[in-house]
Nanobody
């Protein structure tokens, strides 16, 4: 099981970015995917999750209405569309996978490397 997160970068407040999490070694049909982030000096926090098998998504309150998670099972890739970005969204973003799925809790078994998002003017 491997996960590769990419798409981070520097964006101005109010801007948008789309993060991608490419999965290999397993199919998204049977795994839940979570997006997490960790800002300097802060604990890792859950941002969003998706479970293709259940057909459900979840979002942290801090990103509801601004972020959208989606999956393209044909490409085995999960996306996190981030709009109306704020400086407090600045963090390293990670994707994680688990056959059980833990929502926004970080008990996922498999983790990708992070991709850095900086929101600054």
């Amino acid at each position: 099981v491997q996960l590769q997160a990419y798409g981070g970068g520097l964006v101005q407040p109010g801007g948008s970015l789309r993060l991608s999490c490419a999965a290999s070694g397993f199919t998204l049909d049977y795994y839940a995917i979570g997006w997490f982030r960790q800002a300097p000096g802060k604990e890792r926090e859950g941002v969003s999750c998706i479970s293709a098998s259940v057909g459900s998504t979840c979002y942290a309150d801090s990103v509801k209405g601004r972020f959208t998670i989606s999956s393209d099972n044909a490409k085995n890739t999960v996306y996190l569309q981030m709009n109306s970005l704020k400086p407090e969204d600045t963090a390293v973003y990670y994707c994680a996978a688990d056959p059980l799925g833990f929502g926004l809790k970080p008990q996922y078994d498999y983790w990708g490397q992070g991709t850095e998002v900086t929101v600054s003017s």
